[in-house]
């Protein structure tokens, strides 16, 4: 789907987030989201947080997944997403604190393994994603699955690539303040999802879009594994079309 500026596009994705919110609502089921950070979805919470104050949209029944997280970090640090995510959307929301989830990565590496499938297992516990909301890295990664993550790759600490760095650099002064790692869900967390919309916004990502839609679907365009899948939307403004 194609938009003309980033608003209309978030506009679309903020009101099927709602919709399917609503939906669920009717029928007494939760609904289950993976969310992502970034500048991408940024628009999107704003008008989700605008839907919850002045169309009573409720998220008491919603439960949530975050992507990936730094690692390490602490949850109060300024550059976590947790903080992102508490700044962006959960702390203008009614959304219940025990149905948060977001990576924690203020532990030692030897409970990573360990944490991980919790993570994992937290996910299908609920049935698993009703819905993923994506971002999509320069290099084409979704998540933090950055380019060579296998197609059947779960939750798991990642090694972050030099690109994916420079482009956080901003957010914390300077490259070398960039952890090296991240735990990311894995791309076949991600492609379980009953519905996922990719969106990208904004010249920077046209080169990416035009790889992860037209290129060969490769380990080294992770996004390109989306190409597959009867489930996915894609959704673009123009300047991140442009060279598809
Ligand atoms: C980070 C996140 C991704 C996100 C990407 C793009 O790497 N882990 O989930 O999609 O950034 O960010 P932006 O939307 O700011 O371009």
Do not use: W
């Not at 980033?6 to 939906?23: F, G, T």
């Not at 609502?25 to 950070?37: H, I, M, R, Y």
């Not at 439960?63 to 995510?85: K, V």
């Amino acid at each position: 789907n194609l938009f003309a500026t980033p608003e209309h596009a978030s506009l679309y994705v903020a009101k099927q987030i709602a919709e399917l919110i609503r939906e669920q609502q009717k029928q007494s089921k939760p609904t289950v989201l993976g969310l992502a950070t970034g500048n991408t979805p940024k628009r999107v919470y704003k008008e989700l947080i605008r839907l919850h104050k002045e169309e009573s949209l409720s998220f008491k029944n919603v439960i949530s997944f975050n992507l990936d997280e730094y690692y390490p970090i602490y949850p109060e640090d300024e550059q976590s997403y947790t903080h992102f995510m508490r700044e962006n959307l959960f702390d203008h929301i009614d959304i219940e604190p025990q149905n948060i989830y977001i990576p924690y990565t203020d532990c030692s590496l030897d409970g990573i393994a360990k944490y991980c499938k919790d993570y994992e297992s937290k996910i299908a516990k609920y049935g698993g994603l009703d819905f993923q909301l994506l971002g999509i890295g320069r290099n084409g990664h979704i998540g933090f699955n950055e380019p060579g993550s296998s197609f059947d790759s779960v939750t798991r600490l990642v090694n972050l690539h030099e690109l994916t760095r420079e482009d956080a650099a901003s957010d914390f002064g300077t490259i070398d303040n960039v952890p090296n790692h991240a735990i990311s869900i894995g791309i076949q967390t991600i492609t379980q999802a009953k519905k996922i919309v990719l969106l990208a916004l904004g010249e920077r990502k046209s080169e990416v879009m035009r790889k992860s839609l037209q290129g060969k679907i490769t380990t080294q365009v992770p996004a390109s594994i989306l190409q597959t899948l009867p489930q996915v939307e894609y959704v673009l403004d123009h300047e991140a079309a442009a060279l598809s």
